[in-house]
């Protein structure tokens, strides 16, 4: 594993999937920027054996339907200097079209909302895939198994357990018209799954992060879910 600290985002590499274990970032409303041109690359600050090169996603669109989905998201960070960095492919993902186009779209929709907030000035997020043992593989790369699923938690003020926190967790079969509100899960949910296991938020206390942890956050309502 390898983490590797920028200006956009901080992402921990995953040698064996090829992918990101997770990616953090925060969006102000200076980090944002339309229009940003989507120029694949791969990662230069990791061994070529360890990530993807443009070449891995060859017929992946019209073999598995899927886009190369940003982890930290374009829109949301290009308004930094290296913004060129969120289009690394230690920074994508094959993610189905339908749920890049649809309920995952809204949600970093949302996430921009927040941070253009008046009383808002920082939205903190991580993100990451999840895997099953077995799974559909990439076209010119079968070595490489597609994950199964995505988990994204947000927050808001200066820590969570002070602020407000909202976790989701998508599958690749999301429906396209679906609403991102209907994924909500608790951290723990989330942290259960992954592999290697994380824990997140891991300069809490504990017996406060187990409380939290546990139970939804109220961050879902702010964000437009009932």
């Known amino acids: 594993m390898q983490t590797l600290n920028r200006e956009a985002y901080t992402l921990n590499n995953n040698s064996s999937t ?8 925060k969006i102000t409303k200076t980090s944002q920027a339309s229009n940003r041109a989507r120029n694949w690359k791969q990662d230069p600050d990791l061994p070529a054996a360890d990530t993807l090169a443009p070449a891995a996603y060859q017929k992946a669109n019209n073999m598995l339907a899927v886009d190369r989905g940003h982890q930290a998201p374009l829109a949301s960070l290009g308004g930094n200097v ?15 079209s339908a749920l890049n186009q649809g309920a995952w779209s809204q949600l970093e929709d949302r996430e921009r909302a927040l941070a253009n907030r008046s009383d808002v000035s920082v939205v903190y997020s991580v993100t990451g895939p999840l895997f099953e043992k077995t799974g559909a593989a990439l076209p010119a790369r079968p ?31 999301t429906p396209k018209n679906a609403s991102f509100c209907d994924y909500q899960v608790t951290v ?3 942290e259960q799954q992954t592999n290697p296991k994380l824990t997140l938020w891991p300069a809490l206390p504990k017996n406060i992060a187990e409380m939290i942890k546990n139970q939804k956050g109220t961050l879902a309502q702010e964000m437009g879910c009932p």
């Open 18 to 25: 090829k992918f990101a274990n997770w990616v953090a970032y």
């Open 82 to 96: 290296n913004w060129q960095a969120l289009n690394y492919l230690s920074n994508i993902t094959p993610q189905k």
């Open 143 to 173: 070595d490489v198994i597609i994950p199964e699923a995505y988990w994204k938690v947000i927050f808001i003020g200066t820590s969570p357990d002070k602020g407000k926190y909202a976790a989701f967790l998508l599958k690749q079969s």
């Open 188 to 190: 723990k949910a989330i």
